[in-house]
């Protein structure tokens, strides 16, 4: 009888991580999602010893080599300048995730403690974070983001800086929803009779019940991130060149379309290589964390 008690105990605790794990696994879209992203992650990180030309992400200029098609040599072709595409666009898969871990690496801590303290404090807390929330949800992102950047030199920096002013707001208003409903939970008040601080309350009972959510959000945001950031530098107001950026390499390349086709379809097509690998990621979180869409 004591074996058994010990071996369903055993079970409770390995039931909810083993289902999440399996969930997880026997999802094909997640799995495919993982291995693309650890792709992504390998070329970026090795990405001056993976590409055949890496001298090519400079001032570099090869007429006899220019408008190239896709050949054994240049898998993806030569741009306007005889430079590899293929190795450009490697390192512009470098510029991409670096976006993503300036932005959200600042966007998602900031907005989770606020909508942390909005939504277990209320009163005046909730009604100044939420106010500041409204009023930046209702600035149209790109136009916000073409402001800042505007008024700043076109490098990764800035372009840092003009999305993280708006990504906050989204990681507030969600966390600040479910914080809201946890705080009113029995185990939150057993918690704040037994002595527990504030902080104690915010960061080791309400946060870990935020993370599934949290966990899906920012996942599915760094492909929102990555568009957003390929959009500026489309737009001229991204990473400054020569730096190889995969929203500024199809914008060189659109003008010399159809003809010379492989400057805008191989950035292009690594660009929904990259996105699709984090939305696959992302159902597959939501699916073993089992959070309702």
């Not at 079970?11 to 992203?37: C, K, Q």
């Not at 400079?58 to 005889?82: E, L, N, Q, S």
């Not at 870990?208 to 760094?222: E, H, R």
């Amino acid at each position: 009888m004591a074996d058994l008690k010990m071996l369903d105990a055993s079970d409770r605790e390995l039931s909810s991580p083993y289902m999440m794990w399996y969930r997880f696994s026997r999802n094909s879209s997640a799995v495919i999602g993982t291995l693309i992203l650890l792709s992504v992650v390998i070329f970026a990180v090795f990405a001056p010893y993976l590409t055949p030309f890496p001298k090519h992400v400079g001032a570099v200029v090869d007429f006899r080599a220019r408008h190239m098609a896709p050949d054994w040599i240049h898998w993806f072709g030569t741009d306007k300048a005889g430079r590899d595409i293929f190795s450009r666009t490697v390192f512009g898969l470098r510029i991409s995730l670096l976006l993503v871990i300036g932005v959200l690496g600042i966007s998602v801590p900031v907005g989770t403690v606020l909508g942390l303290i909005a939504g277990y404090f209320g009163g005046w807390s909730e009604r100044l974070i939420s106010g500041l929330t409204n009023v930046m949800l209702a600035m149209p992102p790109l136009v916000m983001a073409l402001a800042v950047s505007n008024l700043l030199e076109p490098n990764l920096m800035n372009a840092m800086i003009a999305i993280t002013l708006l990504w906050w707001t989204w990681h507030a208003r969600l966390i600040y929803a479910v914080s809201k409903s946890i705080a009113s939970e029995d185990y939150i008040e057993a918690a704040r009779l037994a002595g527990a601080g504030p902080i104690h309350i915010l960061f080791r009972e309400i946060l870990p019940n935020c993370i599934p959510v949290l966990s899906v959000k920012t996942t599915l945001d760094a492909a929102f991130v990555i568009l957003f950031g390929a959009t500026l530098s489309f737009l001229g107001f991204g990473v400054k060149p020569p730096i190889p950026d995969l929203g500024s390499m199809v914008a060189d390349g659109r003008q010399f379309i159809p003809d010379y086709w492989w400057e805008v379809l191989c950035p292009g097509a690594a660009l929904l290589y990259t996105t699709l690998g984090f939305n696959l990621l992302g159902d597959g979180l939501r699916d073993m964390f089992d959070v309702e869409s």
